[in-house]
């Protein structure tokens, strides 16, 4: 069982390094794209690029967010009730948040693969098969719902999930 919580740990944390590393090539192809305008080149498709980097960046931060508690949770009421109705509530809550991320993916994969199937194309200057940027979010959503899944069976099993706040991200009036 340890290895198992090593391994899901370890690819929600690689999620969140290629979420930011999808970032980074943001701020790169900017760069880039304004060094070719300053020279007079082109760059064809470089805002659509910019677009796939940062659904993909969204999409990969999903689950990794969600176990660092960056997520907006609203806990008041989750904190105004006694340990038994408490825990009822979060396993109705992460629960319903599995199956809705399940079902999200379920419905992503097959946008994907009729994508893939009917070979679609972007409309931009890069005409990049859409199926490839598009892989992406089913990738962060089956991620993200591995990992609702994960905090779901710990509620169960153990009665608290898995989430921790880091203090840094916490606001001053939280």
Known sequence: MAAIRKFLDFLYMLAGVLAALCLISILLL??????????GEVFPG?????????AA????????????????RVSILLNAVTAGPKRLLEIWCFGL???????????????????????EVSQGQDA?????PQSVMVLGGGLLALALTDNFIQVLIK???RIVRDSIDQSHGE
């Open 46 to 54: 470089a805002p659509n690029y910019a677009g796939y980097a940062m």
């Open 57 to 72: 960046a969204s999409f990969l931060a999903f689950a990794n967010a969600l176990n660092r508690g960056a997520h907006i």
């Open 128 to 132: 990049i098969h859409l199926w490839i």
């Open 159 to 161: 009665g608290e999930h």
């Open 97 to 119: 948040a599995a199956a809705i991320a399940w079902y999200f993916t379920y419905y992503a994969y097959w946008f994907v693969y009729w994508s893939w199937k009917f070979k």
């Open 30 to 39: 900017i760069v880039v794209q304004m060094i070719a305008r300053w020279t």
